[in-house]
């Protein structure tokens, strides 16, 4: 939401937000106070302080029995299980999901590789145009992302790849007289 400091409507003429900033120990009362059970208020705020009201009011959705009216047996530790639970799920399917992509990833470099042979990504050539569909490839924008998140990167094939790449295009600049052969792009 975009306001600035007093309130007012901010640049976009987004509404201002009418509910006043309350305490962690007061957000743990009015769930409270809207029925849910919470035998350890200390747990209950430090959870509000990692989570934030708004991302917990998600988990406390399934246990209302109409909004803002918790369900006579819902407990803060159900809903802290959900969250848990929540979490335990995503982290397995981000598991399976990168096994996928990896897969996924050695698949298409292997072709392309074969088709274009090392380092054909290099060449805006080897890529299909898609203007015709109201679009377009930039090769160069493209690149450029891939450098950086080259040198963001933090896994160790990257920077072996990078440090031999280093030595390759020292080489490289030292034999352009000769006949081009696949090189890095770097």
Not at 131 to 142: L, S
Not at 154 to 172: I, K, P, W, Y
């Amino acid at each position: 939401m975009v306001m600035s400091g007093d309130g007012r409507h901010g640049a976009r003429g987004v509404r201002p937000y009418g509910k006043p900033w309350i305490s962690l120990r007061q957000q743990a009362e009015l769930l409270s106070s809207r029925g849910l059970r919470i035998d350890d208020p200390d747990a209950a705020t430090a959870l509000l302080d990692h989570l934030s009201y708004y991302r917990l009011s998600g988990y406390c959705l399934a246990f209302e029995s109409e909004r803002h009216r918790f369900s006579t047996d819902a407990s803060f530790e159900q809903v802290d299980a959900a969250h848990l639970f929540d979490v335990s799920l995503r982290g397995y399917f981000d598991q399976a999901l990168e096994v996928v992509e990896i897969d996924l990833r050695a698949a298409i470099a292997s072709r392309f590789g074969q088709r274009y042979q090392a380092f054909g990504h290099c060449d805006a050539s080897s890529f299909h145009s898609v203007e015709a569909h109201g679009g377009g490839f930039r090769h160069t924008a493209w690149m450029e992302r891939s450098r950086e998140e080259t040198v963001r990167s933090r896994e160790l094939f990257v920077q072996h790849f990078t440090a031999s790449d280093v030595a390759r295009t020292r080489r490289n600049r030292a034999a352009r007289a000769r006949p081009a052969r696949a090189r890095s792009c770097r």
